[in-house]
Structure formats: C-alpha cells, structure tokens
C-alpha cells in the first residue's frame, strides 16, 4: 500500500517537471516527453519491477509445489490402480505360468 502513495508522488513530481520544461521558453515539448520519460516513468517501472520479484518468486515456488503435489497424487492413485488390478486374475499385465502347456491342433 505504501509503494503506491511513493509512486504516485514521483509520478505527480515528474509530470510537473514536464510541464515546466513544456511551458519554459526555452523548453520544447518533446523536451517534456524525455524528461517524464526519463525522470518518472523509466524509474517508476524499475523499483515497482524490483520490488515485485519476491512476490513472483513465491507464486513460481507454490505453483512448482502444487505441480509436484499434483505429480504425487497421480503416481499414487496409478499405484493404486495397478496394485487392484493386479489383484485380479489375469489382469496384472503378465502372462500366465501354467505349468502345462496349451494343447493345439497340428495343422
């Protein structure tokens, strides 16, 4: 809340200083562009840019956490299927160990 009351003040210091240099007699108005550009944007979007990275670090390290979380739950319930099915006759994914071979007709 407290960074928003700075950057508005800067903000406000340096459309004045651009209209001073728009409105000087020496001043033009693309000298005015400049200096807002110069002296109140470009800082502006550089502390508010800086002052947000640890901001986008936590939201990176809690989506990578729900990602892995996600991935946990997923191998578990995969787990969990193959263990049920496996359970099963015949539907745990190998062959059969009879010990007698199938009989078959010669051609």
Known sequence: MFIHLIVIGWLYVAVMMAVAEATATTGTVLGAIFTFLLYGLAPVAL????????????????????????????????????????????????????????????P
């Open 47 to 106: 502390v508010v840019y800086l002052m947000g990275t640890p901001g986008r670090r936590r939201a990176i390290k809690q989506r990578e956490a729900e990602a892995q979380e996600a991935a946990r739950r997923a191998a578990a319930a995969e787990a969990a299927a193959a263990k049920a099915a496996s359970d099963l006759p015949d539907q745990g994914g190998e062959a059969s160990a009879d010990a007698v071979a199938p009989v078959r007709k010669e």
